[in-house]
């Protein structure tokens, strides 16, 4: 039983590390049109509702985004 519960907690785990794999490197915010690293602190405090993923950074400047200064992207 105990074997059962450690399978479904990796495969959980496992899941979500790959879902954030595929959301992609650079975090935009369509208010500020800025764009992050996906691991700067802003991006925690973004508005989910505000958030646009890029895969490649010419992909977030072509879209008219700006680098944060912060983690400088
Ligand atoms: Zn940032």
């Known amino acids: 039983m105990k074997k059962i519960f450690v399978a479904v907690i990796t495969a959980i ?3 979500a590390t790959f879902a ?3 959301a992609g490197n ?3 915010n369509a208010n500020s049109k800025k764009f992050h690293l996906s691991d700067c602190s802003s991006v925690g405090k973004m ?6 993923d890029f895969q ?3 992909e977030a ?3 008219g ?3 944060c ?3 400088n992207p």
Do not use: E, H, Q
């Open 13 to 15: 785990f496992m899941t």
């Open 56 to 58: 490649t950074r010419d």
């Open 20 to 22: 954030t794999v595929l």
């Open 61 to 63: 400047i072509s879209a």
């Open 26 to 28: 650079y975090v935009g």
């Open 69 to 71: 200064k912060r983690c």
């Open 47 to 52: 508005n989910p509702k505000n958030r646009v």
């Open 65 to 67: 985004y700006v680098p």
